[in-house]
């Protein structure tokens, strides 16, 4: 597993903690942002900062995007860890420009399939993916 991929499940691992419980990503990410030394150390990464930061900063719109295009899904209606995958996955696609779509779509495939049920895959990539095709007409 990559770098960036291991990178990726931190951040989801935060923001699903975030969404059960209703609380705010940055300040999870904050609280295990401790300098430890040893075996049991596990740092956070910086492009899990990036990410919690960025789907932060863009949460509004991200949720906007997911209700818009999940068809016939509410937001309330998705499980937790779907929300999760699909706000990092938008975020990667409209915001983090060094890295292309197919790659943060494959890398949301990854983790639902890994993480979620075997609907979930098909379905976050048909929302990734049209996000992907229309990022240059969406308004920030």
Do not use: C
């Not at 499980?79 to 494959?106: C, K, M, N």
């Not at 976050?124 to 240059?136: D, F, M, N, R, Y």
């Amino acid at each position: 597993m990559s770098a960036r991929s291991k990178a990726r499940k931190q951040a989801l691992d935060i923001l699903f903690e975030s969404d059960i419980r209703g609380s705010v990503a940055m300040d999870i990410l904050v609280s295990r942002d401790v300098v430890e030394e040893g075996p049991d150390a596990r740092p956070i990464r910086e492009y899990t900062r990036e990410i919690i930061f960025g789907v932060g900063e863009n949460r509004r719109k991200i949720d906007e995007l997911i209700a818009t295009y999940a068809q016939g899904w509410d937001m309330d209606r998705l499980p937790a860890v779907d929300r999760s995958i699909l706000r990092i996955g938008i975020y990667e696609i409209i915001w983090a420009h060094t890295l292309p779509d197919a790659v943060a779509i494959d890398e949301a495939l990854t983790l639902a399939k890994e993480l979620s049920t075997d609907e979930s895959a098909g379905y976050i990539h048909g929302v990734l993916g049209k996000i992907a095709s229309i990022k240059e007409s969406i308004s920030l």
